[in-house]
């Protein structure tokens, strides 16, 4: 049987309409998708600058439906959920991206650091940690670090803390020395509230050679000294903490004036506080003053440097201690006024975060309320 070359001749055009109709329904179709696929990511973009973010959500998630592949959809859509509070929804995206073959490297650090994001706005440290741990080595590794200390500051894990602060540090990312030393004050009194004495102070005398111009460590020490009927040690580092780091000597006055009558040095440290108050006129130092002038029979002149006070800065509550032993005209209303003049002076008396504000009766090393360290500074509200 011979082979006609005319039905080669007469199918090759037939075949070249069907390919090119083919290819024609196929472009379109995905001409199609694509244009839904930007008017769905634009209208969603246009919804978030709105700050309508339910309609956001709905118009990124059709977004998704029409181009399951595009990562930086499924970006925006887990922001979009972590923002509103709906963690469980925004852990699903990011994990989906994970599980995704096709991610790159890049993509592949970026979800995990966006779920180590989730994982820690809902609250659930442990997830995070670990979330945060396999961003080690990555670009993401220092955000994770500065999440993992946050972590371990708020669950008390000073160990762990430890840990995390040496190794920013060996990375240049800042200096620890001084919260390291806080971290080693905490162990302290934890040791020492269990009855080890010992433990405790070797933990402080390494706080003070981590940072020598930290004032905790010494504070602390002093008191463990004073506890264990050291006074005289005791004095001795808060004569330090006077040379090292002057600004923190209010904290201590009470402390040192305890010793110093216990130790026959009242003399001594009332001549110290008198040069710091020169120096810097505080109200810890005036009535650490005031009170060592009263233990060393000087009463009589001791109300005198409330005035001297007074003569420099306005004080109301110099003012209403000056009061308290002044004889009035009317002396029948002195204590319906001091009460009024005490009651107005006791908010001045507070110290008050320098970071967010949070006003406290005592000192914090650590702010309770946006949890910076050394934001509180060693002065009252109203000498601020």
């Avoid at 004032?215 to 090292?244: M, P, T, Y």
């Avoid at 967010?356 to 309770?368: K, N, S």
């Amino acid at each position: 049987m011979e082979f006609d070359l005319s039905w080669i001749l007469l199918g090759l055009p037939v075949a070249f309409v069907l390919g090119w109709l083919a290819s024609r329904f196929d472009l379109r179709q995905l001409r199609d998708e694509n244009r839904r696929a930007p008017k769905a990511y634009f209208k969603g973009l246009n919804f978030l600058l709105n700050e309508q973010q339910d309609q956001a959500i709905d118009a990124f998630i059709e977004a998704v439906q029409n181009d399951p592949d595009t990562t930086e959809l499924h970006f925006a859509l887990g922001n979009l959920f972590r923002r509103r509070g709906e963690y469980n929804r925004a852990v699903r995206v990011h994990e989906h991206l994970l599980s995704r073959g096709d991610l790159s490297r890049a993509d592949r650090d970026r979800a995990q650091h966006a779920l180590a994001l989730d994982f820690l706005k809902a609250g659930l440290l442990d997830r995070a940690e670990d979330a945060l741990r396999r961003l080690e080595g990555t670009p993401f590794e220092a955000q994770a670090r500065v999440a993992l200390l946050a972590i371990y500051e708020r669950s008390r894990d000073w160990p762990q803390a430890m840990a995390i602060t040496q190794k920013m540090q060996e990375a240049h990312q800042g200096d620890f020395s001084a919260r390291q030393a806080h971290f080693l004050c905490e162990q302290a009194l934890a040791k020492s509230a269990q009855g080890d004495t010992d433990g405790a102070e070797a933990l402080l005398r390494q706080a003070v050679q981590t940072a020598p111009q930290a004032a905790r460590a010494r504070i602390e020490l002093a008191r463990l000294k004073q506890r264990a009927g050291k006074s005289q040690e005791a004095l001795d580092f808060l004569l330090e903490l006077a040379e090292v780091a002057p600004l923190w000597l209010p904290l201590a006055v009470p402390l040192m004036i305890e010793l110093s009558l216990a130790t026959g040095k009242a003399t001594e440290v009332r001549a110290l506080l008198r040069q710091r108050y020169d120096v810097m006129p505080s109200l810890d130092l005036l009535e650490g003053i005031v009170s060592l002038e009263n233990a060393l029979g000087n009463s009589a002149t001791s109300r005198e440097w409330y005035v001297r006070h007074l003569e420099h800065e306005s004080s109301l509550v110099a003012a209403a201690k000056w009061l308290h032993d002044e004889k009035l005209e009317h002396e029948q209303f002195h204590p319906q006024v001091q009460r009024s003049l005490d009651q107005a002076a006791k908010p001045l008396t507070r110290y008050r975060c320098a970071a967010c504000g949070f006003e406290a009766r005592q000192h914090f090393w650590q702010c309770p309320g946006c949890q910076t360290w050394d934001s509180y500074p060693a002065r009252r509200v109203e000498e601020l």
